[in-house]
Antibody
């Protein structure tokens, strides 16, 4: 079955960077985009961008342009999301999502990674 | 300030039928299919409905979806206590070249 397993929770200071990993299994990693979606405490879902692991093409939401980088390592079926210049507003659970098998907006979700930004 | 608009809350008693609406625009719902996600407390969202009205394997047929123009709705019939969750609509947006989500609807089973 499809599984997306994310790295563990992180605590960062304002201004720092965070890199979250997402290891995929149960399907052909290069066959589907990986989206990154975040959810601030008590808030809704916010799309950050996607990466095509086959071509390395990326598309970032305008809000995160210049501050986010999404990459993939096909040798270990793992996607990464790095966010720089963290502020308290970036405190959220970050999800990786496989897109496009059934729903272009995402079929299978990782378990989420809590990133806390605090001084 | 979500791109898709949902009511923040909905409620019903066990056995009732409830509906949740989702409104968008021509660049998202108007030109693409709508998907719905269920998020139980403390867990990741789960795909509930895709392509407006299709259910992934394992999703009970109590859940159904529909779409008309730039709006969509999710219906839950025979409401059960385990349906208490947050529900999000989503659609691809041709202008953003990415998915957009509703703000979520918190469903309470009274």
């Amino acid at each position: 079955q499809v599984q997306l397993v994310q790295s563990g929770a992180e605590v960062k200071k304002p201004g720092a960077s965070v890199k979250v990993s997402c290891k995929a299994s149960g399907y052909t990693f290069t066959g589907y985009n990986i989206h990154w979606v975040r959810q601030a405490p008590g808030q809704g879902l916010e799309w950050m961008g996607w990466i095509n692991p086959n071509t390395d093409a990326t598309k970032y939401a305008q809000k995160f342009q210049g501050r986010v980088t999404m990459t993939g390592d096909t040798s270990i079926s793992t996607a990464y999301m790095e966010l720089r210049g963290l502020t308290s507003d970036d405190t959220a659970v970050y999800y990786c999502v496989r897109g496009g098998a059934l729903a272009a907006t995402g079929d299978d979700w990782g378990q989420g990674t809590l990133v806390t930004v605090s001084s | 300030q979500s791109v898709l608009t949902q009511p923040p809350s909905a409620s019903g008693t066990p056995g009732q039928r409830v509906t949740i609406s989702c409104s968008g625009s021509s660049s998202n719902i108007g030109s693409n299919t709508v998907n719905w996600y269920q998020q139980l407390s403390g867990t990741a969202p789960k795909l509930l409905i895709y392509s407006n009205n299709e259910r992934p394997s394992g999703v009970p047929d109590r859940f159904s979806g529909s779409k008309s123009g730039t709006s969509a709705s999710l219906a839950i019939s025979g409401l059960q206590s385990e349906d208490e969750a947050d529900y999000y609509c989503a659609a691809w947006d041709d202008s953003l070249i990415g998915p957009v989500f509703g703000g979520g609807t918190k469903l309470t089973v009274l």
